[in-house]
């Protein structure tokens, strides 16, 4: 069976008129922080894709000034991340800072010391998104989110961790559509072009975590949850079969991920389910 | 019912607002501020978009804001409207107790029309089955310019609504609504292609003047794209308001359009109610 990977036809209709989705991501950002009373965000730098598109997203709805940006590096993170987040910091113009969290995450696994990669990876994460709300609150200011549709359909984030945020911009673009709005924006081209990495550990991909490229998770997951093919229906299309079981299975085991308040309901009057109070 | 003696031509304003969701008071003072600039611009009849009193996706909320038809509210919307007159949506408590997702033609300081939507969407987003009753009835409202339809968003995608309303003489018919808006790779938002098509089959084939006024701004992160319409009896675009941010659209137009339409193009005199065969 062919496999057709980076099937045009599917990647062209997951392309966006980038002007109007431009238009309105600023819109979400700007009305978010004005309805909210807020000062402006707060974005963790990583030097990849995804927070370099919010960040010029939040720059182009705010202005610079109100966009503070934060390289959040660990020891072991790669130095060209950090070199990259700089480097988009000083592409947008915007305040930054670095805070280095090796002496927290280590003191944690002083007393933790058969953690494997995936703890770590985790706690990592999580002391990040623990800084970003904390300087949020200092500045006051939003916590800006950076998760895109695939890694989120995917389940490939730290709960409570990269997936908390205040509001998020990306979290209905596919990663095609992550890289058609950053070079539309004008992105360095070092950022726009090298491997997606969560730099948990040294030498990792997502590409690589997935065991599939992103171009046909992204196809695999428009076809499934856009366009409502089954599965079956997705392989007669030439997809590959083990892959198109395994992003299923992701999208099923992770979706808790999703829903992240699961509240026994007792009284008649559960703040979720019988008061779902909207959000302005 | 006879025809009213005024001049069929008229200022119509299209207030393309956001509006603050749950919040009475602050969306009160911003209607009362856009009837003061429609006033400056010379509009006769000023339409809001579809609950712009409440804000739409209210959920839970829907019961703290609903009114009662003599609210005073209400009472001082319509005083503050004269001399024009006004559409503006709010969520109606009948004398039943009952919930209503409704529209108000406020004129000479009172409550002239109130039409209560008759399809409620509860399907994808949408969730209006749970909080609200649908209407019962349609009727036309008598202005000084003509007789006139008003329409809520869904309604207008049951083409017999509209089509009963012309047959029985209005020559305007007026569809305040709240589409959530989509991107995609088209010119214009996604969700406004159907609008616009829908807008313009509608006073093609009903040979009427439309007004769509649909709302901007974000909820709970869906946003509705404006793009408010107004089209001439036939079909032919008149005036479009911008996408996503607030607008007045301020355009005359002449009733007696439609009667000039329906002489070449007969549809409405031609309509027959008496051909046999399946119904629904």
């Known amino acids: 069976m062919t496999v057709l990977q980076n099937d045009r036809r599917v990647l062209?209709?997951?392309?966006?008129?980038?002007?109007?989705?431009?238009?309105?991501?600023?819109?979400?950002i700007r009305d978010a922080v004005e309805t909210s009373g807020t000062s402006g965000v707060v974005?963790?730098?990583?030097?990849?894709?995804?927070?370099?598109?919010?960040?010029?997203?939040?720059?182009?709805?705010?202005?610079?000034?109100?966009?503070?940006?934060?390289?959040?590096?660990?020891?072991?993170?790669?130095?060209?991340?950090?070199?990259?987040?700089?480097?988009?910091?000083?592409?947008?113009?915007?305040?930054h800072r670095k805070i280095d969290i090796s002496p927290m995450v280590d003191a944690y696994f002083a007393i933790e010391t058969d953690a494997d990669a995936g703890r770590r990876g985790n706690k990592m994460a999580r002391e990040r998104m623990t800084i970003l709300f904390d300087q949020a609150k200092k500045l006051g200011a939003l916590v800006l989110g950076t998760s895109n549709k695939t890694e989120i359909l995917l389940g490939y984030s730290t709960v409570f961790g990269d997936n908390a945020s205040s509001l998020n911009p990306l979290g209905d673009l596919y990663k095609h559509q992550v890289w058609q709005l950053a070079r539309h924006l004008g992105l360095p081209e070092q950022v726009v072009a090298k491997r997606p990495s969560a730099d948990l550990f040294p030498g990792q991909t997502d590409e690589g975590d997935f065991g599939f490229d992103y171009a046909t998770a992204d196809e695999v997951l428009w076809l499934l949850f856009d366009e409502g093919l089954t599965p079956d229906e997705v392989i007669e299309r030439g997809y590959d079969e083990a892959v198109v079981r395994r992003i299923v299975q992701f999208e099923r085991q992770f979706r808790f991920k999703r829903r992240l308040m699961l509240i026994a309901r007792l009284s008649g009057s559960a703040v979720n389910l019988d008061q779902e109070i909207p959000r302005d | 019912m006879s025809e009213p003696a005024g001049s069929p031509r008229l200022t119509v304003g299209l207030a393309q607002i956001d509006c603050r969701l749950g919040d009475l008071?602050?969306?009160?003072?911003?209607?009362?501020?856009?009837?003061?600039?429609a006033k400056a611009q010379g509009v006769d009849l000023l339409v809001f978009p579809e609950l712009s009193l409440t804000g739409y996706r209210l959920l839970h909320l829907t019961t703290r804001v609903a009114l009662t038809p003599g609210s005073p509210v209400l009472e001082r919307l319509a005083e503050a409207a004269r001399p024009m007159t006004v559409v503006a949506g709010f969520v109606e408590e009948s004398d039943r107790g009952v919930l209503h997702n409704s529209a108000v033609l406020l004129s000479g300081g009172a409550a002239r029309h109130i039409h209560r939507k008759l399809y409620l969407p509860s399907y994808g987003i949408f969730q209006e089955n749970r909080f609200f009753r649908p209407g019962q009835r349609i009727d036309l409202a008598t202005l000084p310019w003509g007789r006139t339809g008003v329409l809520i968003c869904e309604d207008l995608w049951h083409p017999e609504l509209a089509r009963r309303l012309a047959v029985a003489g209005a020559r305007l018919l007026i569809v305040p609504s709240a589409g959530p808006g989509r991107i995609g790779g088209g010119d214009v938002p996604a969700s406004h292609e159907s609008w616009e098509m829908l807008c313009r089959t509608t006073a093609l084939l009903d040979t009427c003047w439309v007004v769509y006024c649909n709302r901007v701004g974000w909820e709970e992160g869906s946003f509705y794209s404006g793009g408010s319409l107004v089209v001439r009896p036939g079909g032919e675009l008149e005036a479009r308001a911008p996408f996503l941010e607030e607008h007045l659209l301020v355009t005359e137009i002449d009733l007696r359009d439609a009667d000039r339409v329906r002489?070449?193009?007969?549809?409405?005199?031609?309509?027959?109610?008496?051909?046999?065969g399946p119904s629904a």
């Open chain 1, 12 to 28: 062209d209709r997951l392309s966006l008129n980038t002007p109007l989705a431009v238009a309105a991501l600023t819109s979400f």
């Open chain 1, 43 to 95: 974005v963790g730098l990583s030097g990849g894709i995804d927070s370099s598109l919010a960040a010029a997203l939040a720059v182009r709805a705010l202005g610079p000034e109100r966009v503070h940006g934060f390289l959040l590096p660990y020891r072991t993170s790669s130095g060209e991340s950090v070199s990259d987040a700089l480097l988009i910091a000083e592409h947008l113009g915007l305040p």
């Open chain 2, 25 to 37: 008071d602050a969306n009160l003072e911003r209607h009362l501020a856009w009837i003061e600039r």
């Open chain 2, 263 to 276: 002489w070449r193009l007969p549809l409405l005199a031609d309509e027959r109610t008496d051909i046999l």
